[in-house]
């Protein structure tokens, strides 16, 4: 019995006369999905790249993890809604609290945005998300010292759907348009081993 792989169609930009262009739903989606895992891995990059070298968006220079400043401390210090404030000012400015965060985003980084290791990396990410959900407190409608908290929606927040979406991106194998996800998959040690795909 031979097999046979099939390939997904080629993508053609060439319409019918006077019809609409029309593309495989199977090769949109791939191209969609390879969009979005650059994406997720470039917002998980630039975080750790601006927090590292203090790039002027979110860090400043002087801030920067480069120039002695600590990634959580700012962050985790000024928690004031939930219950896990007392919990998150003791982890502000720890060495390893820093030292975890700035490897996750980097970890995850790259590789969302080289489609390798989606699975760690998603759950991985899935973790670093829902402690940040937990110190931002989106059900908290007031912040403990008695002002608005801001929060919008009590749960959906956009931790959650970065949760999602990295989960949905591992769970479909989004490593293998545009990325490595292919050669990754055929190292002896990840074919033995599924959950490091």
């Known amino acids: 019995m031979a097999v046979h792989h099939t ?15 029309e593309q495989p739903t199977s090769v949109v989606a791939g191209l969609a999905a390879a969009g979005a895992r650059l994406t997720i891995g470039a917002v998980f990059l630039w975080a750790f790249l601006d927090t590292t070298f203090g790039l002027g968006y979110a860090t400043r220079r002087a801030g920067a993890w480069v120039e002695g400043g600590s990634p959580t401390r700012g962050f985790l210090s000024h928690v004031s809604a939930g219950p896990f404030q007392t919990t998150f000012h003791h982890w502000a400015g720890q060495a390893w609290a820093d ?5 996750g985003l980097l970890g995850i980084g790259l590789a969302f945005a080289g489609g390798v290791g989606l699975r760690i990396a998603a759950t991985g990410g899935t973790l670093l998300l829902a402690l940040m959900w937990a110190a931002e407190w989106p ?23 970065y949760a ?10 989004a490593g293998d348009c545009w990325g490595l996800g292919r050669r990754w998959a055929a190292l002896p040690i990840v074919r033995n081993h599924a959950w490091l795909r």
């Not at 403990?144 to 927040?157: E, F, K, L, Q």
């Not at 999602?164 to 194998?173: F, H, N, Q, T, V």
Request: charged residues 10%.
């Open 7 to 21: 390939h997904a169609p080629r993508l053609t930009l060439r319409p019918a006369a006077g019809r609409p262009l």
């Open 139 to 161: 059900p908290a409608r007031h912040l403990a010292g008695g002002a608005a908290s801001g929060s919008t929606n009590p749960v959906a927040d956009y931790h959650l759907v």
């Open 164 to 173: 999602l979406l990295l989960i949905l991106l591992a769970a479909i194998g």
């Open 99 to 103: 030292w975890m965060f700035m490897l």
